[in-house]
C-alpha cells in the first residue's frame, strides 16, 4: 500500500509542477513578426486607453493580425498598417515600421502620443509588460504612436540591438526605418 501511496505522491506532484509551468508560460505574452500580414503586437488592454496608462502588471494584452500567438486576445479589426516594412537591418533583427490605421484597433485613442513596450525595460528589467518576448527572438522594442499614426516593433538576438533607453524619443529615433511620412 505504501509503495501505491508514494507513486501517487510523485504523480500528482509532476502533474501539479508540469500545471504550474504551463500557467506561468502561458501569463507571457508573446509578439512576433512574420510578415505585414502575420504579426502580434502589445496593446492596452482595455478600450480607449493611452499606452502609457496602460504600463501596469496586468494593463496590456496581445492582438494580431494572421494566426494568434501565446497569450494573445484580440484581433485587429481590419489591417493595422496603413504601410508598411518589414525589413532586417543586420543579422539577428527583424522589424516592422510604418504607419497605421489607429481604428483597426479599439484599445487605441487617436489623441494618444503613444508609449513603449519591451521585454527587457520596465520594474528590474523584466520588460513591459515582464516576461513577454518576441517568438523567436529572446528581446523586443515596439512603440505604438497613435496621434502621429505612427508604429515601430523590433525583435533582437541581442539586447544591444534592441534599445529600450530611448523610450520617449519616438519610433525614428529607436527603431530607424522607412515610416512613409505618416500623420
Known sequence: MYKYFKSSIVVFAFLFLSMVVENARMQRL???INDPNDFCLVVPKDANTRIGDSEYPGGETVW????KSIGA???FNGKFWSNVEVSRPKNGVIQMTGCINVDS????????GGGQYDSN??????????NSF?????????LIEPSARRACIRCCQNAADCDVTKDTSGCPAVIPGNYFGCA
Open 30 to 32: 508573446e509578439v512576433k
Open 64 to 67: 494580431c493580425q494572421g494566426p
Open 73 to 75: 486576445t484580440g484581433t
Open 105 to 112: 484597433c479599439d484599445r487605441l485613442r487617436e489623441d494618444d
Open 121 to 130: 525595460g520596465g520594474e528590474g528589467g523584466r520588460g513591459n509588460p515582464a
Open 134 to 142: 518576441c517568438s523567436p527572438y529572446p528581446v523586443y522594442v515596439e
